[in-house]
């Protein structure tokens, strides 16, 4: 394809029904061929942007101008047609990297223009923009081509801003924005549920602070998960059924927890719960939330009271990573169509592998390899990232 064979055709006017019918028809009939198109309404604002080619012989470029000048009469539009080598900042679909931003948050005056300025200093160029959600939430797309440039460095800066600003952003490859989810996976303790509920457990049995100092031991690396929560386990002796009922009918939920689970099952999403914690507690949850998968370790019981032993392989980052593998066997569908929501390092693996991972609420390590991350308060921006706005959600 070379390039002084190729034509930049541009349409601005007052958006109306058939405009698009109308001009591509013309080049049609002209013997043009649409290399490339961009069309978009904003406002009743309508602008297109075509890559042309002949491909008949005896182009007239003088023609084709008076043509579209009187088409562009009849329907009051500005159109224009000008040789690719005189038309400045055309990029092909083919050489860009595209990727798509979700902004969310309250409000916040100069938001745009923060995030905006990161980008521009990464030379990557905002294509467009538009709103998703405004009330509770603020909520935007950006569609960005980053331009093949580090995006890890201008994710960080942009991770940066999000911070300044006090807003979340989620950022994907275009490609994988627009691969549909069907599962979405999510931790429990400070993600589904405010708490974290084995610390609540060995607070109710007076194990509070020994509990804390063996956590405190594994955060520091002197001992992995698997030993960790089989010695906290320990802590939790004697600890009786009924209490545990207790503690599962007082389980704090996250703000939004509720609301985000119920319209992603209306919208025939399956989901799932893996928990480094216990069972008891995600069976509680499958039920009163209508989880279709709910998988946590399993305390051992005997005559109504905890032995203080766990039964069974313990589920860590790599057990998280593999059930998830067995949800996408069963359900018939690929990681790519996957998305995964979890807060701390043992949700590093099934976060990296999803076709969307969110850090929610999230420790530093969980961050550098999630596609972005979502504060406390904004639980329910899992629907946005999924690009469903509030018009979808009032339907």
């Known amino acids: ?108 005056p100069g938001a745009v223009a923060a995030i905006s300025r990161v980008l521009a200093g990464g030379s990557a160029n905002i294509e467009k923009i538009k709103m998703i959600a405004r009330g509770e939430f603020l909520a935007m797309e950006m569609l960005v081509d980053i331009r093949g440039r580090n995006f890890p460095t201008l994710r960080e800066r942009l991770s940066e801003v999000a911070n300044e600003i006090g807003m979340d952003i989620i950022a994907q490859p275009e490609r994988m924005y627009k691969k549909r989810k069907k599962v979405i996976v999510f931790d429990m303790d400070s993600t589904i549920v405010d708490m974290e509920i084995i610390d609540e457990m060995a607070r109710f049995c007076g194990m509070g602070r020994s509990v804390e100092e063996i956590t405190e031991r594994g955060m520091r690396g002197e001992i992995d998960f698997a030993q960790s929560l089989r010695e906290r386990a320990k802590c939790l002796k004697g600890m009786g059924v009924d209490e545990l ?95 995964a929501v979890g807060d701390g390092a043992n949700d590093q693996i099934m976060v990296t592998n999803a076709g969307l991972g969110i850090a929610f609420n999230a420790k530093d390590v969980l961050k550098r390899v999630a596609d972005g991350s979502l504060t406390k308060n904004n639980l329910k921006g899992v629907l946005y990232c999924l690009g469903i706005s509030d018009l979808d959600l009032a339907k």
């Open 245 to 339: 009922k207790f503690l599962a009918e007082s389980m704090r939920l996250t703000e939004g927890a509720a609301e985000l689970l119920s319209a992603l099952k209306e919208m025939g999403f399956k989901v799932a719960l893996i928990s480094g914690g216990f069972d008891f507690f995600t069976n509680v949850l499958k039920d009163r939330l209508g989880f279709d998968y709910a998988f946590g370790n399993h305390l051992e019981v005997e005559g109504g009271k905890l032995t203080g032993r766990v039964r069974g392989r313990i589920i860590d980052a790599n057990r998280k990573a593999e059930i998830v593998e067995e949800i996408c066997r069963r359900e018939g569908v690929t990681r790519e169509e996957v998305v």
């Open 1 to 108: 394809m070379k390039e002084e064979d190729l034509f930049v055709v541009t349409v601005v006017g007052e958006d109306r029904v058939g405009l698009v019918a109308s001009v591509t028809r013309l080049l049609f009939e002209a013997g043009l061929n649409i290399v490339d198109i961009e069309q978009s309404v904003i406002h009743s604002q309508f602008t297109m942007v075509l890559l042309v080619q002949p491909f008949k012989p005896g182009f007239d470029i003088r023609q084709l101008k008076l043509s579209l000048e009187a088409i562009g009469r009849d329907l009051d539009l500005s159109i224009g047609v000008m040789p690719l080598g005189e038309f400045k900042g055309l990029r092909l679909a083919e050489e860009k990297t595209p990727y798509v931003f979700t902004i969310l948050g309250s409000d916040c």
